[in-house]
């Protein structure tokens, strides 16, 4: 891709806040950077793109993944332990650092193949050294910006340093930031505090699980009203918080990250999403585990618009009053750009195609059976496109995927984790069944 990149004629989508969308327009990229959109832009030293038939947008962000579990994605349904997944504490202690390199990347290929432009990896990969500079390599190797947010895996025996990790880690690429995947807020205040103190004084974000125990409910209201909460924290699931909690988070603009289809498959519950819209919440999408959810963020729109719809469908026909309105695909596409960028921590870098902001852009395929009569642009990528649709993907100008084929060895890459998957699975003794259950 040259230094610059007009993209033509598509229906763009800025979802910013000093540009509108447009029927029609383009998008001029310059040194990887959104310059200017509008109509009728003209560049002569540029690549142009004909996004006519197209709709142009920012890339997804996803909020929240684990990465190195890649191995085991769609596994649950082809076991015979009721249709659960095999646990991490089951395959990790196997894992060699390649192994991680192989799940991570072919993971991110699979984000950028669904239009995914950024992610947050929470690695709570298998302890030991390697482990984590193996991560990194496959996050540069994807071309993602990313947010590599390393973690003590809650299923291993020893005891994980994991500020020791993050300072021996060293200089990322420019596309990756790190942060600390923290222990879940628990009872012991002063621990987290202490830990999130100490992530705060290295200049980390923090991402931390919360409200996936009934047993914390309240703790992070407490922790709020403690000072403990704020914009450079990103809460995650949150499905069992209480009212408190949410308060809490609304005064203190702490960030939230929701991941629907995983949440609901795996049995925490329905994300609060009508609390957060109640307090003017906005949460970003994300993934969460592949193993009984799918790996996309048009899965994680339309899971987000049915729970809240049904939700407010429930109120309605117990006879309650004075329902509140509808989620609309206006609010969920941004919970999946702009909204997500900020919960990520990159939300002054991406998130919406503005001048001066990088260029992370989506563009999606309307001339498709699948959502053809186009009614609404933004219903048809809410409720009715999927990753058929995806055509090109672009980060910082860079694309990614270009006319619907990835741009990297994507062959390699899958061979290099078909490989790793048997040699771990054998490891642990997972040999999926699909004769069980006939």
């Not at 890459?413 to 069944?433: E, M, N, P």
Request: with cysteine.
């Amino acid at each position: 891709m040259p230094q610059r990149a007009l993209i033509k004629g598509g229906t763009v989508l800025t979802l910013g806040k000093n540009l509108p969308n447009f029927d029609q327009a383009d998008v001029l990229i310059s040194s990887g950077v959104i310059e200017e959109v509008g109509p009728g832009l003209r560049a002569r030293d540029a690549e142009t793109i004909d996004a006519s038939e197209s709709i142009v947008m920012p890339g997804f962000v996803d909020t929240h993944r684990h990465f190195w579990k890649s191995l085991f994605r769609n596994f649950g349904d082809s076991v015979a332990s009721g249709g659960n997944p095999p646990p991490p504490s089951a395959y990790g202690p196997h894992y060699e650092p390649d192994d991680v390199y192989s799940a991570t990347l072919i993971g991110l290929l699979g984000a950028v193949e669904a239009g995914i432009t950024t992610v947050v990896d929470w690695a709570d990969l298998p302890p030991g050294p390697g482990f984590a500079e193996a991560a990194l390599q496959a996050h540069s190797d994807s071309g993602l910006s990313t947010v590599f947010a390393l973690a003590a895996p809650d299923w291993a025996a020893a005891g994980v340093d994991v500020f020791q990790q993050l300072r021996s880690l060293g200089p990322t690429s420019d596309r990756t930031r790190l942060a600390l995947g923290s222990t879940d807020p628990r009872l012991d205040l002063e621990a987290i505090e202490a830990e999130w103190d100490q992530a705060r004084s290295l200049g980390l974000r923090v991402h931390a699980h919360a409200g996936t125990d009934p047993a914390t409910a309240g703790v992070i209201g407490n922790l709020g009203a403690r000072g403990s909460l704020g914009a450079d924290l990103t809460l995650v699931h949150c499905s069992l918080l209480d009212s408190a909690d949410l308060d809490a988070i609304a005064n203190s603009r702490t960030q939230v990250a929701l991941a629907p289809s995983s949440e609901m498959a795996i049995g925490l519950g329905a994300p609060p999403i009508q609390g957060l819209i109640d307090r003017g919440i906005r949460p970003g999408l994300g993934v969460d585990q592949e193993a009984l959810a799918p790996g996309d963020i048009f899965a994680a729109m339309r899971a987000t618009n049915s729970i809240q719809h049904a939700t407010l469908f429930d109120l309605k026909l117990s006879g309650k009053g004075a329902i509140p309105n509808l989620l609309t695909t206006r609010d969920v596409i941004r919970y999946a750009t702009v909204d997500g960028a900020r919960a990520a921590g990159v939300g002054t870098e991406s998130g919406s195609l503005e001048p001066g902001k990088r260029a992370d852009v989506l563009i999606l395929r309307t001339d498709r059976p699948n959502i053809h009569p186009i009614n609404d642009p933004i219903g048809a990528v809410v409720w009715g496109m999927d990753t058929s649709n995806v055509q090109w993907v672009m980060v910082g100008g860079e694309p990614l995927v270009r006319e619907g084929e990835l741009s990297s060895d994507s062959a390699q890459a899958r061979k290099r984790a078909v490989s790793a998957q048997r040699r771990v699975a054998a490891a642990a003794g997972l040999v999926a069944d699909i004769g069980a259950g006939k």
